[in-house]
């Protein structure tokens, strides 16, 4: 998969649509992929638009330079007009948040370089990631009198316990084969091996029928938080939904007469 290589100064944020993958890219390389308030809208932006275009199937989300992200951009944070920054950044992390986890179609993030602070969120929010060998992750927020509050939400929840206590605690620096052990990232690969990596995750996922693959990403945020009962229903009324559906029948008929699915791309 090719990777758009800007210079500095241009859009914070970049879209391609090649085929059935959206390529979302931060775009900011001189200063680290930092995060303002301007490009978390037009993070959220970009996100909500590949997820309502009918032709994609797989979203991947990448950086420029040797830094994925490195979290919020702290010159605006601590410039004259910090208040304006300290109201609105918290919320845009927010929509960019939900843009990755209520999206219809699966996240992958495809971490070229480094990540810090709010950097780990996109991260976690993603549905799969594949990290470059090279890169580093911190929660640096503590050392700077800050607490990774917003991003805590989802790293949380993807996160073992004493791994997240070591952690966002004391911010240390951590190659990405820690990530994985702590349950935030899928894989890690060489650097010169991370492009094949996501595409073998595009290739599983656009295998899936993309009504299937919509209403499973579904399943894996909600069910989770529900009673049992509800759960239960939910799954069992859904089950049923999916099993009457026109992707269901052909991707059976499919199967039963060894056939690719109508869905997965030609070779």
């Known amino acids: ?58 979203i991947v ?52 370089g480094h990540v810090a602070g709010g950097g780990n969120g996109l991260v976690a929010a993603a549905d799969l990631s594949v990290a470059s060998a090279s890169a580093k992750f911190a929660f640096s927020e503590v050392r700077l009198g800050l607490a990774p509050a917003v991003i805590s939400v989802v790293c949380l929840a993807r996160m073992h316990r004493a791994d997240a206590q070591e952690l966002l605690l004391t911010g240390s620096r951590v190659p990405a084969e820690r990530m994985v052990a702590a349950g935030m990232v899928n894989r890690v690969v060489a650097d010169e091996a991370l492009d094949a990596a996501v595409a073998e995750y595009v290739e599983a996922l656009v295998a899936g029928g993309p009504q299937a693959v919509r209403h499973t990403k579904d399943l894996l945020r909600v069910v989770p938080g529900m009673p049992r009962a509800e759960a239960f229903a939910h799954t069992s009324a859904l089950s049923a939904q999916l099993f009457a559906s026109e992707e269901a029948a052909a991707g059976m008929t499919a199967f039963l007469t060894r056939q690719p699915a109508p869905w997965v791309p030609s070779a």
């Open 1 to 58: 998969m090719s990777q758009p290589h800007p210079g500095a100064g241009e859009v914070e944020v970049l879209l391609e649509v090649a085929g059935p993958i959206a390529t979302i890219t931060l775009n900011r390389p001189e200063r680290r992929n930092m995060l303002t308030a301007s490009g978390m809208g037009l993070l959220a932006e970009h996100l909500r638009a590949a997820g309502a275009d009918p032709t994609v199937r797989v």
């Open 61 to 112: 989300l990448t950086g420029t330079g040797n830094t994925f992200c490195s979290g919020a951009d702290l010159s605006a944070a601590s410039s004259a007009d910090a208040s304006s920054f300290t109201g609105s950044g918290p919320g845009a992390l927010v929509a960019v948040l939900e843009a990755i986890l209520d999206n219809p179609k699966p996240v992958i993030a495809r971490v070229q």
